[in-house]
């Protein structure tokens, strides 16, 4: 399917990514987590998408309905879990969104999914010093950073294999927008 921006970009639906980030986040829920906050971050990959697909505005529709729906599949909805989360996604939206269009120009996919982890993770450790007042927030840092990087490459690679792949091109499904001539 021809792109309809004319960067060469397939346009996938919100309601496509939105769909994508909920299976890989709830799948996600069901991984062993043996140090709090840290998880692969594959839900992420519809942010990542929708940030150089769809803009600011598009990564935090998808990002911020994604944490919704995953909380309420995973009945953490009126949880600190939930919050930590939601915070996380909102910053990644934020640090992702407006660079989103640097891809591939300046920035690569992998690079900008690096900025979106460091958000996220950051924004979740200054909640949860918030919530958790007695929570040695600092000594978490160094950790948190690492895997931040750790998760982004990740994340930023799977991202990429999404968008080369063809699945964003749809099979006439309407989740992904038509191209528009003028």
């Known amino acids: 399917m021809p792109p309809d921006d004319g960067t060469g970009r397939v346009k996938p639906s919100v309601a496509f990514l939105v ?10 829920s069901f991984l062993p987590r ?11 990959t519809a ?3 929708a940030a150089v697909t769809l803009g600011t505005s598009g990564a935090l529709r998808v ?30 939206s934020l640090a992702m969104g407006p660079a989103g269009g640097l891809v591939p120009r300046a920035l690569s996919t992998t ?3 690096v900025a979106g982890s460091a958000a996220n993770m950051a924004a979740q450790l200054m909640l949860a010093s918030m919530l ?14 690492a895997w931040s990087l750790v998760s982004g490459v990740l994340v930023g ?26």
Do not use: D, H, Y
């Open 19 to 28: 769909l994508l980030g909920t299976a890989l986040g709830f799948a996600e």
């Open 34 to 44: 043996p140090i709090p906050f840290v998880k692969p971050g594959f839900a992420n």
């Open 47 to 49: 942010g990542v998408i």
């Open 63 to 92: 990002n911020l309905t994604r944490a919704f729906a995953v909380a309420i599949a995973t009945g953490t909805i009126a949880t600190p879990t939930f919050g930590i989360s939601l915070a996380g996604a909102a910053a990644a």
């Open 111 to 113: 690079g900008l999914s």
């Open 132 to 145: 958790f007042p007695g929570l040695p927030v600092a000594s978490f840092v160094p950790a948190a950073a």
């Open 157 to 182: 690679v799977a991202s990429l294999g999404l968008m080369r792949s063809g699945l964003m091109a749809g099979n006439g499904s309407g989740l992904v927008r038509k191209p528009s001539r003028g």
